[in-house]
């Protein structure tokens, strides 16, 4: 049974860092490319950042450019994200996907997880 489960939300004041975690079973992780996406409330869901089977190519939204990094260890079967400098528009549902294939569209991701809140708010 595939799982992706997700954690390390929560309420952080501006400026302040998070960082996610993804925990992955079910398939072979280190054959799969992982993204982070995520869902502000009223919006559509948006990629956020995205990695490589290896980890060795990433790729992450211009809203999240320099703030942002996606890391992956493939021995424990786990993506990251680390925030930093959170503004309040980063508030929203982050969930974490994988597909065989990088650079996929959204819609064609393979597997998701069911999210982790953040919320960023003084």
């Known amino acids: 049974q595939v799982q992706l489960v997700e954690s390390g939300g929560g309420l952080v004041q501006p400026g302040g860092s998070l960082r996610l975690s993804c925990a992955a079973s079910g398939f072979t992780f280190s054959s799969y490319a992982m993204s982070w996406f995520r869902q502000a409330p009223g919006k559509e869901r948006e990629f956020v950042a995205g990695?490589?089977?290896?980890?060795?190519?990433?790729k992450y939204a211009d809203s999240v450019k320099g703030r942002f990094t996606i890391s992956r260890d493939n021995a424990k079967n786990t993506v990251f994200l680390q925030m930093n400098s959170l503004k309040p528009e980063d508030t929203a549902v982050y969930y974490c996907a994988a597909d065989p294939r990088y650079g996929s569209r959204q819609r064609e991701y393979a597997y998701w997880g069911q999210g982790t809140q953040v919320t960023v708010s003084s």
């Open positions: 990695a490589s089977s290896s980890g060795g190519v990433t």
